[in-house]
């Protein structure tokens, strides 16, 4: 997400950075160039000229003109200035007693709402919350449909009425709720393609009918000022409690996260970063501000890992990594486990140093293809690759379908890894800040990937890895010139 705006603050960044100090002037032009870069992601243009006025007002008074690191002052500025923004944290859920707790989701056709439900209602089961679903859009063809096959997956009920009386189904479902023992309700209403008359009469009927304690408006981030634009005609008739930003995991630009908060004055809840179920987060504007400026999200893949990983596998995991007695098993695990917290690709972005690796492509298909070879293993050769010899090798490639180099690279690498991870446990602190900054820079990065020159992840054969670097661009720039 966000990837564009990214890699163009970076390079205003950079641009500052390298020089000792730096002048008024430098500053206004730096921030002249993060004026462009907002305005083409998309954010709305009242709320740039006020937040890079405040920038600028703020670098100025932090001297940073008087700085020895101006470059990094002035992250910092931007860094806090967008979590003002975006801020403040307000994802916490107020439920009444006695309940049920009635939650109403409003917005246009196609922002994502049923799928909204339905994950709002899986992340309340795992909060220890019994969630009725109500199918209330009865104007969409099949979105009754759609709303019980979610019900389905998650094994969460889904009320639901043949009629096309709104107000009719959503004071059922409140009794329904009652009696069957529901502590919240989340009412799924209709939408249109655009806000008319129809589509608030229909919306202010249904809330006056049941009073929901709390109005989330589910908004495409993806469509930019128009989802700011529609929240704020939103929350003039039906006084909204919280915004939620669905599809943000392929908004490049970020505009409507960056412009809903100021311009409707309603805070951001939750927001859609994919296309599972799971896929719904509670809203931080301090880690989203750390992941624009592409230093990664630390907190949250340390939420996702510890979701996924349990304390004592991962002690013993350790203990595993330092005797060099780490399996293919233990491997499988691991990569499992990634799949789990989102993939590769998902990570990646919540590493630090996001930024730098924007221009890196990594295909999570080649997980699959490891756990193919693995999975063809005898449970001999899993537990010691060492025994795995050519003639295994030939018969492991044609139980997974694939090439006998793939499943030498795989071990090879694997072995290496083993390796690796065994001196790693062994080096004393110093010699561990200097192995992780070497693994963390881009050139380190790179081997572990293969060698920047398209190879693989570690075991993982034939990943496509892209590096674009300013020595092969030269490199390429002399060659030309000569011809």
Known sequence: MFEGLTNKLNETFRNLSGRGRISEENIREAMRDVRTALLEADVNFQVVKDFCNSVVEKAMGAEVIKSLKPDQLMIKIVNDELTQLMGPVDSEIYYVSPGPTVM???????????????????????NGKRPLLVA???????????????????????YHED??????????????????????????????LHIDTELMDELGKVCNAVNPHQIYLV????????????????????????????????????????????VTGKPIKFIGVGEKLDNLEPFYPERMASRILGMGDVVSLVEKAQEQFDEEEA???????????????DFLKQMQGMKKMGGMKSLMKLMPGAGQMANMDVDDKEINRIEAIVHSMTRDERRDPDVIDASRRRRIAKGCGMQTHDVSGLVKTFKQTRQMMKAFSGMGMMGKMKAMKQMTSMDGLAAMMGGGGGGGMPGMPGAKVKQRSKRKKVARRKKNKRR
């Open 163 to 192: 009629t096309k009386n709104a107000v009719k189904v959503a004071r059922n479902s409140i009794s329904h709720a009652k009696k069957t023992g529901h502590d919240v309700v989340i009412l799924d209403t209709a939408g249109r």
């Open 219 to 262: 908004c495409d981030s993806m469509t930019g000022q128009d989802a700011v634009n529609s929240a704020k005609e939103f929350n003039e008739k039906l006084e909204l409690d919280g915004v939620i930003l669905t599809k943000l995991d392929g908004d490049a630009r970020g505009g409507a996260a960056l412009s809903v908060k100021a």
């Open 136 to 158: 209330n859009d009865l104007q969409r063809p099949a979105a009754i449909q759609q709303l019980k096959s979610l019900g389905e997956q998650l094994d969460i009920q889904v």
């Open 104 to 126: 109403m989701l409003a917005g246009l056709q196609g922002a994502g709402k049923t799928t909204t439900c339905a994950k709002l209602a899986k992340l309340l089961t795992k």
């Open 315 to 329: 002690v013993a995991m350790q203990e595993k990594m330092a005797k060099g007695s780490f399996t293919f098993d």
